[in-house]
Every structure is written in C-alpha cells, then in structure tokens.
C-alpha cells in the first residue's frame, strides 16, 4: 500500500510499548509511537511523512483554534485471530471525511490518501494492536485549518493527521441515558451530519449536566420539539419494538454512521423488517411500558454496541429488559466481532487487509 503514496518514515527511537499496561486502557489515553502528518499548500496535499508521535508547534493565530475549523474521523484496525492486521470499511469514513471537508470550507483528501495513509500507519504501529478480546486500535484521522491569520474566511492551509492508541471498551456496562429536553446537539441546516469538532464542544456542559445527575449518556432529540430522537450520545441509536429494527433516518442532524449501515446491513440480510424514519419520543417509552420495546442500544465505531439499561424523561425512569436476553443486540455484536477479527469469513468486504 505504502507504494501507492510516498510516505517519508523516521522511526521512533524510543518506543513506548513496553511500558504500556495493555491491560489498563481507558479510551483515547495512550497513543502508539508513531502520527501520520501531511500539509496541504497552493492547492495541493503534500510532505506525506510518519514521524514520532509528539507535540507540534503551530501559531497561536490558526484559524482551527479560533473559529473551528476543524473536524476528525474515528476507525478501528484489528489483529485477527491468525495474526492478520485490517481497518474496518476505511473508505467509508474517507467519504464522511471529504462531506465534513465540504460543510466546513475545508479542501477534500483522496479516498486513497487517506485510506493509505491510516494503512501504512498501521502497519509501521502493527506490534500496538491489543489480541484481548474487545480490544483493538482506535485510529483517529483529523484535519485543521493552519494559516496564522485572524480573518473570519477559510484557511488556505491545513494539516491532515492521524494518531492511533490502543483502547478496551468504551462503555463496561449498559448505558443509563437521559432524553435531553432542552438542550441541542445538532440543528436543521447546521452540520450535525459533519464530525465538526464544534459538535463535541458544544455538547459537552449538557452531558456533564447529565452525569452531575446520575446518568452515563444522552439522547439527542430534535433542537425544534425535542419530541423526537436523533442520537445517542457520539453514536446512533437502534431500537427493536415488536421484532421490528428502528432507527432515526438520517439528515441534516445525524451523523451517517458506518456502523450504523453496518448493523442496518447485517439486519436486513437476516430478513428483520427495518425501519429507517423519524422515531418519535413517545412511542419509545409507549414500547418501553407496554414491553414491546425488545431492544435498545447505541451503534458507533468507540461504542461498538452499547446497550441501553435505563431511559429517563421527564422525571420517569424506565427500566429495559436484560442486556444479556437481548437477542438482535447480543447477535449482531457477535457476528460484527467474528468478522473484525477473522472467525469468520467476511463475505462483505468490509475488512481492508493491511
Ligand atoms: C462518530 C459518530 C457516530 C458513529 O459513527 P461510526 O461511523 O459508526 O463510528 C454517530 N454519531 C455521532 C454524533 C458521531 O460523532
């Protein structure tokens, strides 16, 4: 792959992973030896290089810190059970990178620079993939706008980067989630469908808002009525009412997630009936009391699968069934586990072989 681009690599002298606790990684703290870093110039991506993973200099003026041109990617590598390293679906977070690209007046990136670009990375860090179930190489791909000028226009300059670290689960245990009644993450004709990093910012005092309360996530809903849901936290939300599969279709507010189609795909060709539309409020805690609703659970790269234990809204809480009796849930998370590390064939194509 390295072949197709021509990458410049200067190798860590000092590797940190034999200092590395794999059996403590909290997500997002530990990163591997080496980044991934390109500049894009005069109308072109170019200086494809790996170096050491460490601190860069930038000016203070760039435009990323002040006006939020910025946005990022998330994918995983998997060591297979027969020693074999893949990245999960890469191109199709290549081509939310490029829709995020566009929303924020940012240039695009080839689908194969950034897919070979997270390849060779890989490859170069391949001894950081954990072999513990549940764990594997988290790979974050990220683009900024550099141009030291304070002027409210796009950069004309911009890094793309990707750093990598190995995690465990994000979440250990099911989820207890609040429906959000007042704030927002995502508005019609915004960018919720880009991973902005704006997004996350700004949805970071309601869920401390949350936590301060007792719950682990939120449920967005819509920023008009709040009467229906949208997302789950940074991940997509599934329900199973009455054997049926529904899901918030997407739009301007919701994030396309790959795991997402992935699950939708996998159900499909199961032959459960799908259900892909606006999901009101009231008929998810309606399937909640009634004991219709058979599952509940989020759907994203650093979720994985996370099932959903209890919904609050509005001052009542409502308890779901078993996370562990849960059949579609328990099922699609085996099978999306069996694929990524090679216990099974993957008839989709869904792994890119490093
Ligand atoms: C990243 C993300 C998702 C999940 O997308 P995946 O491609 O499955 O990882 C869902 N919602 C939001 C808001 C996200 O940022």
């Not at 059970?81 to 990245?87: A, E, H, I, N, T």
């Not at 897919?115 to 990220?142: E, M, N, Q």
């Not at 789950?232 to 301007?252: E, Q, Y």
């Not at 939708?264 to 008929?283: C, F, K, M, N, P």
Request: net charge negative; hydrophobic share 40%; aromatic share 12%.
């Amino acid at each position: 792959m390295t072949e197709t681009l021509d990458i410049s690599i200067t190798r860590n002298q000092n590797s940190r992973l034999a200092q590395t606790d794999f059996d403590n990684l909290p997500f997002g703290h530990t990163f591997s030896d080496h980044m991934f870093i390109a500049d894009y110039a005069d109308g072109e991506w170019k200086n494809f290089q790996i170096v050491p993973y460490g601190d860069i200099m930038m000016s203070p003026a760039i435009s990323a810190l002040h006006y939020g041109q910025s946005f990022f990617e998330g994918l995983k590598a998997y060591k297979h059970v027969d020693g074999k390293v893949s990245v999960f679906r890469p191109y199709k977070n290549a081509e939310r990178f490029n829709k995020s690209a566009e929303r924020l007046c940012m240039p695009t990136l080839p689908e194969d620079i950034f897919t070979h670009s997270i390849a060779a990375l890989v490859d170069v860090d391949s001894d950081w993939i954990p072999t513990k179930a549940g764990h594997t190489l988290y790979i974050r791909p990220f683009m900024f706008a550099t141009d030291p000028y304070l002027g409210v226009t796009p950069s004309k300059t911009y890094k793309y980067m990707v750093i990598t670290g190995p995690v465990g689960p994000y979440f250990t245990k099911p989820v207890k989630v609040k429906i959000e009644t007042e704030f927002s993450r995502a508005t019609e004709g915004g960018f919720g469908y880009a991973k902005a990093a704006g997004n996350y910012g700004g949805a970071m005092l309601p869920l401390k808002m949350a936590i301060q309360q007792g719950y682990d996530q939120l449920i967005w809903t819509d920023s008009r009525d709040h009467a229906y849901v949208e997302e789950l936290g940074a991940a997509n939300v599934m329900f199973m009412i009455n054997g049926k599969l529904i899901t918030p279709s997407t739009r301007d507010t919701i994030l396309k997630g790959v795991t997402r189609d992935t699950v939708l795909t996998l159900a499909r060709d199961w032959g459960y009936e799908i259900e892909e539309r606006r999901v009101s409020v009231a008929e998810v805690l309606e399937a909640a009391k009634n004991g219709t609703l058979d599952d509940a659970f989020g759907a994203g790269t650093a979720a994985t699968i996370a099932p959903i234990g209890q919904i609050e809204h509005e001052g009542h809480l409502y308890t779901l069934s078993e996370p562990s009796q849960r059949e579609f849930s328990n099922k699609v998370l085996k099978t999306l586990n069996d694929i990524r590390y090679g216990v099974v064939e993957d008839t989709y194509g869904w792994n890119y072989m490093v």
